[in-house]
């Protein structure tokens, strides 16, 4: 079972635990009590602890929740609550978090880190460049929070051995603070304790930049009480910006105010920053605006209220907000990883919900955002009450919710992989190098069978099981050996999926004999077979459209007297392809049955079997298929399917392929369709899929669009192959590698449930015949490796050498750039394109690209 733990009080998190019952029924559960839970030496990681839950709030669809005792009691996967009471191992939240071998969303100790100003201001400060309010800071003794000499802008860090003996240099510091260059802007200071011991007490001073010996002595004083943990803060009271108001509505006069930004965010997918929601806190000027003390109202509305009329300038700065509040959690992250698991709590406890708070300042006469501080509970409440108010008055649920029970249960789900045994038929080449590294970092022990005995992943993997099976049409009699390879060795596996195309129907016929999830071997044929999938289409006429509506007239080739029935059939221009091919070697468009027949006797004589060009699906024969050409645009739709029912869906576009071979020449994500015809292309595929019997899984369909909707090109029964599964991941968060490990060991994937793209991504594929000068003579793949170590480019290696010759060439390389708009995407491709050779009259790269509009 999965089980998401939330430990205490419920009120920030209640609408977080009926969403994500919503989503998983049961899987949410709340305990209120430590009676209610139990911490057991852990099975797995020595020296860490299992929680198990003896009783606890269970949530279901529709809200309804119950108090369950669980029998035998319920080991968690994930593990948060309220960290924010107590000492730094105090209270029974804490207690019970502490060292667990889950993933914990934060700890005591790292809520303390929030809460603590001067940690957070420093980390900001010296990591992001974002503004903070000008600090000095006294501390006692070393601090081994924070490093030996900070160095950040706008702080300054004392270091006292005895308060009581040095009120001299106490005193020069505050004289060099209040006349230093960064309180040049400013005319009053606050002084105030500051650590997570001071949340929320009020304790502060406010006096003007010229008082300098009463803003000393208010320090002295401070500094009397002084902890170790604890620091003294001097701290330029940073006014928020006067922007031109609307002329008043009375005469009365105007009170000054300040305007606070509170904004949530969450570690995200692929442990990416994520901002779920902003809410604004409005009070008087001379004093904090604080969480709780006020209705918190929209950012929209807020700025309105201060004079930003305009509408860009409005976005502009949510943007900017967005930005700083995204790059805040990424610098705290990174400062987090680099404390050892005594400084965190345990070592799988890691922040995952983060508020910070801004101020919206004027700085050189322009508007800046001032990180003020951190927190790890309050900004959530305060978003929480945002959202339920904007309910009350009609307003529709926002997203918050959902973002955060998304986030909790995907990183249980990523707990129940680690250390499950995976069977995986197949490795691929060089394009599958991504599986490694993705199995190592998810926990998951791989048992590889492999044709090839001198393959790189031998040393990769847990088990290398050596077996020939590139001979497909003999996949019974290869899925029996295999059983037996693996019972000899006293595997276990508890799921068997293959990501190479060759191996699919292989890998359904194993799970078949050992008792594992997956489609059947029936259905996955149908999906191999490229004729064998639209003649079964053809007749499932149920439906509104039936699948038949998507399937295109075809004919299957293994003779010349194929050749003539079926130009019989179908009608020219046709494609001429292989019945089991991959990566797009053999296609042609054909405009008569003499060209038909010329190509046919090509391909036949060239390719015959697996050795002629391995990895196109040659162990399956070569017979060949005639299809009737579809015109219109091409698209990949990727799907996570589970008993049936769509769980995710992606869709990306293809542009013009090179006629007459039909070679694959630039893509883009996310699609430049509207919502409506990327939906077409969805229901499409899926139904498709379904007719075939092909219900739990992850599928790449190939789909053409045209001006009467989509039309089947053919089912790949696996994961989509090239840069999809690293572009999917890139733009919007899942990866589709381990929501089919999900999908195999019996577990719905979690996914967004409204995927919005983190970026836009256009790519170009390279060809060795084209481009091999330019990368390899002209250093071009050097330049492009060093750019991709910057971030700059996505580079997806197909092919370790060149594949293929003359028009059975594959693409060697992917070459992709992002950018907030496709059309800046595109702008930074061609640019590169031409830089570096790529582009060129033979591969007008600019003419692959104008298609994505």
């Known amino acids: 079972d999965m089980t998401v733990c939330i430990l205490g009080s419920p009120t920030a998190f209640l609408p977080v635990l009926l969403e994500g019952g919503t989503r998983c029924p049961g899987a949410m559960v709340l305990c209120l009590s430590p009676t209610w839970a139990s911490r057991v030496p852990s099975e797995t990681s020595p020296g860490a602890w299992s929680l198990l839950l003896s009783r606890g709030v269970s949530f279901e669809v529709g809200g309804h929740s119950a108090l369950e005792t669980f029998v035998p009691p319920r080991r968690a996967n994930y593990v948060t609550g309220t960290f924010t009471t107590g000492g730094p191992e105090g209270g029974w939240v804490g207690e019970l978090a502490r060292d667990l071998d889950c993933p914990t969303g934060g700890s005591v100790l790292l809520a303390h880190r929030l809460e603590d100003p001067l940690v957070t201001r420093w980390v900001l400060a010296a990591r992001t460049g974002l503004p903070v309010p000008p600090t000095l800071a006294f501390v006692l003794g070393p601090r081994g929070d924070l490093p030996t000499e900070p160095v950040a802008p706008g702080m300054r860090l004392v270091r006292l051995e005895d308060p009581q003996n040095q009120e001299k240099l106490v005193q020069e510091e505050v004289g060099a603070f209040l006349g230093g260059t960064a309180m040049e802007p400013y005319s009053q200071v606050v002084v105030r304790p500051a650590g997570w011991r001071w949340h929320g007490t009020g304790a502060r001073s406010t006096h003007g930049k010229e008082e300098g010996a009463a803003v000393a002595r208010a320090v002295g004083a401070r500094l009397r009480g002084l902890r170790e943990e604890d620091s003294v803060l001097l701290e330029a009271l940073v006014p928020t910006a006067r922007l031109p108001a609307p002329p008043p509505r009375s005469p009365a006069p105007r009170l000054p105010v300040a305007l606070r930004i509170c904004t949530l965010v969450c570690r995200s997918w692929g442990d990416r920053p994520q901002l779920c929601q902003v809410a604004c806190g409005v009070g008087r000027a001379e004093a904090p605006v604080r969480h709780g003390a006020a209705l918190p109202q929209g950012l929209d509305s807020s700025l309105q209220q201060w004079g930003v009329v305009a509408p860009s300038q409005r976005q502009a700065l949510a943007t900017r907000l967005q930005e700083a509040a995204e790059a805040t959690m990424a610098a705290l992250l990174a400062a987090e990883a680099e404390l050892s698991p005594q400084q965190r709590g345990g070592a799988r406890a890691r922040t995952d919900l983060l508020g910070v708070d801004f101020l919206l300042a004027c700085v050189d006469d322009a508007l800046e955002l001032v990180a003020l501080s951190t927190n790890s509970q309050r900004c959530l409440e305060t978003c929480l009450l945002a959202d339920g108010m904007g309910r009350a008055v009609g307003e529709p649920p926002s997203d ?61 993997v847990e088990t290398f099981l050596p077996y020939d099976s590139r001979e497909h049409r003999r996949d019974e009699e290869h899925a029996e050996r295999v059983v037996e390879l693996v019972r000899a060795r006293g595997l276990r596996p508890h799921a068997c999926l293959s990501y190479w195309d060759d191996c699919v129907v292989l890998a359904a016929l194993v799970c078949q004999r050992l008792g594992l999830r997956g489609s059947p071997p029936a259905a996955v044929r149908v999906a191999k077979q490229k004729s064998r999938t639209h003649q079964h289409l053809q007749r499932c006429r149920r439906g509104r459209p039936p699948p038949a509506a998507f399937a295109v007239p075809c004919r299957r080739l293994q003779s010349h007297g194929d050749v003539e029935r079926a130009a019989g059939a179908v009608p020219f221009p046709a494609v001429a392809k292989l019945e089991f091919g991959a990566g797009g070697v053999g296609v042609r468009l054909v405009e008569s049955a003499g060209q038909c027949h010329a190509h046919a006797a090509r391909l036949w004589r060239d390719l015959r079997d697996d050795a002629d060009h391995p990895g196109i699906g040659l162990g399956w024969g070569n017979a060949m298929l005639l299809m009737e050409y579809v015109p219109g645009t091409e698209h990949d739709v990727d799907l996570v399917v589970f008993e049936g029912r769509l769980l995710g869906a992606w869709v990306s576009d293809n542009g013009p392929t090179r006629l007459p071979a039909f070679l694959e020449t630039a893509a883009c994500l996310p699609s430049c369709l509207p919502a409506d015809r990327q939906a077409q292309l969805v229901r499409a595929a899926l139904q498709c899929c379904l007719a075939c019997g092909l219900l739990d899984g992850v599928f790449n369909v190939e789909l053409k669009l045209g001006p009467g909707g989509p039309r089947l090109l053919e089912i790949n029964p696996r994961m989509g192959g090239f840069y999809l599964r690293d572009w999917i991941q890139e733009v919007y968060g899942p990866d589709l590698l381990l929501a089919a490990v999900l999908v195999a060991l019996g577990l719905p994937p979690v996914l967004p449930a409204r995927p919005v793209p983190r970026t836009h991504l256009a790519g170009v594929m390279c060809l060795d015949s084209e481009h091999g000068p330019a990368l390899g003579g002209g250093g071009g793949l050097a330049t492009l490796r060093e750019l991709q170590s910057r971030g700059l480019v996505r580079l997806n290696r197909l092919f370790e050498e060149a594949a293929g010759t003359g028009e059975y060439e594959e693409p060697c390389l992917s070459v992709a750039c992002g950018g907030a708009t496709r059309a800046e995407a595109c702008l930074r491709l061609l640019g590169l394109c031409q830089a570096l050779g790529i582009d060129s009259p033979r591969y007008p790269v600019e003419h692959f690209l104008s298609h994505f509009k």
């Open 400 to 460: 918050l919710p959902r973002l955060l029970a998304e986030v909790l249960l995907h990183r249980a789900q990523c707990h129940l992989v680690e250390g499950k045994d995976i069977l995986l038929i197949g490795a691929g080449g060089v394009s599958k190098s991504f599986v490694w590294e993705a199995a190592r970092s998810y926990g998951l022990r791989i048992h590889l069978v492999e044709s090839d005995p001198e393959h790189f992943a031998a040393e990769l």
